[in-house]
């Protein structure tokens, strides 16, 4: 277990081989995830993608044009984790 000392301004530093363990560098964000019970879950924050880097992104990989049908099939499916 890792202890880390709030400052009277009530910062805190973590060490490098905690940051390092979450996976997080410098200029990043972290996620603090308040739980009921007093408990804090920390993790790094990772950004959400935007609809626009995916937009076209399968774009001329095929010649087949789906249905709406097709497609509303294909994402039930794949919600529901089948191929």
Avoid: C, N, Y
Wanted: hydrophobic fraction near 35%; avoid cysteine.
């Amino acid at each position: 277990m890792t202890t880390l000392t709030v400052t009277t301004r009530g910062q805190v530093t973590f060490r490098k081989d905690v940051l390092q363990h979450l996976g997080i560098r410098p200029g990043d964000k972290i996620e603090l995830d308040l739980l009921p019970d007093g408990r804090g879950v920390i993790k790094a924050a990772r950004p959400a993608g935007e609809i626009s880097s995916f937009v076209g992104l399968l774009a001329g990989r095929t010649q087949k044009v789906a249905t709406i049908e097709e497609i509303t099939k294909a994402t039930t499916q794949g919600w529901a984790g089948k191929k």
